[in-house]
């Protein structure tokens, strides 16, 4: 009698049942839009600002209406083409070294058997991910000051002093390497995640076949990685031109601007501190444009490698 009733509920009656639910879904996720309309959608208005001779007292409706000039003279200055070459070479740097030390990270760890030790190594490299760069830079600095415990190493071996955080040749590495060491341990928990998927069968056929411990990591480890290593790349990719403002920002001084200046500090100076509104926001448009092309060609790479994307 249940089934029969059951049956003879209207298809519309259903459609409107689940549509009642749809709309609780929708409801959970209202007060998130709305915040991401308020902080992300409402500011693009601002980027008028890029087209304008932007002056406070008169607002952006009421600037000067100026077009393109701000793009040509942001390419005209000496100090542009420097800026988005150091945002390049630090962000590619970091892109590329944040993705080969997780993923060995976490092969390594995946092969320690013993789960207090792997919990252990798990607990301590990531740490430093949950620390602001606003207190990393004391301890990076004292690291790397002429007393610290680098150059007292380096000293003690008969060497030179080395001034890493005022030396443009040496800042650039140390801003790289610390970037790496603080993100690493947390980067690998993806990989760690995508470890887990992996058939142990595998691992014990190749066994059978008398691969050794290092020939199945090759051979079969790293090819179930490279699935999950394609899309963090093309994810990571669209971030390419955010190099790290808080973490340059707080260790950089003008002596090293020649090789740690990246577009974001310069559209910090250029707009906040010099007050060129109009010429740091025609920099952070460009920046824009240029990351949500790069998003969009990293997509379409990873779905040609793998056969999906992120959207």
């Not at 542009?80 to 993705?99: H, R, Y």
Request: include cysteine.
């Amino acid at each position: 009698m249940k089934q029969e009733m059951t049956k003879s509920i209207p298809a519309s009656q259903k459609k409107r049942k689940l549509g009642n639910e749809e709309m609780f879904l929708h409801l959970m996720i209202l007060p998130g839009m709305i915040m991401l309309g308020i902080f992300v959608f409402v500011p693009l208005f601002g980027s008028l600002m890029a087209f304008e001779n932007y002056v406070p007292a008169k607002g952006i409706l009421g600037s000067k209406w100026v077009g393109l000039d701000n793009f040509k003279f942001l390419f005209s200055l000496p100090d542009s083409k420097q800026v988005f070459m150091n945002t390049l070479i630090i962000a590619f740097a970091k892109l590329v070294l944040n993705i080969i030390i997780p993923v060995t990270f976490a092969i390594l760890l995946n092969e320690i058997n013993v789960k207090i030790f792997k919990r252990m190594f798990q607990t301590v490299v990531y740490l430093p991910h949950f620390l602001s760069w606003v207190v990393l830079a004391t301890v990076v600095t004292n690291m790397f000051s002429l007393s610290g415990p680098f150059n007292a190493v380096i000293t003690a071996f008969g060497g030179d002093a080395i001034q890493f955080m005022s030396d443009n040749s040496w800042f650039r590495k140390v801003i790289i390497g610390t970037d790496v060491w603080k993100e690493f341990g947390y980067n690998s928990v993806v990989y760690l995640a995508a470890l887990t998927g992996i058939s142990l069968d595998f691992y014990e056929a190749a066994s059978i076949d008398g691969a050794n411990r290092f020939q199945q990591i090759l051979h079969i480890t790293v090819p179930a990685l490279l699935p999950t290593i394609i899309l963090m790349t093309a994810l990571n990719l669209g971030n390419i031109l955010n190099a790290g403002f808080d973490q340059i920002f707080n260790l950089y001084n003008p002596l090293v601007y020649e090789t740690s200046d990246i577009i974001d500090t310069y559209v910090y100076r250029i707009g906040m501190v010099e007050r060129q509104y109009s010429i740091g926001a025609a920099v952070g448009l460009l920046k824009s444009i240029i990351s949500f092309i790069l998003i969009l060609g990293a997509n379409k790479c990873a779905k040609k490698a793998t056969g999906s994307g992120i959207f």
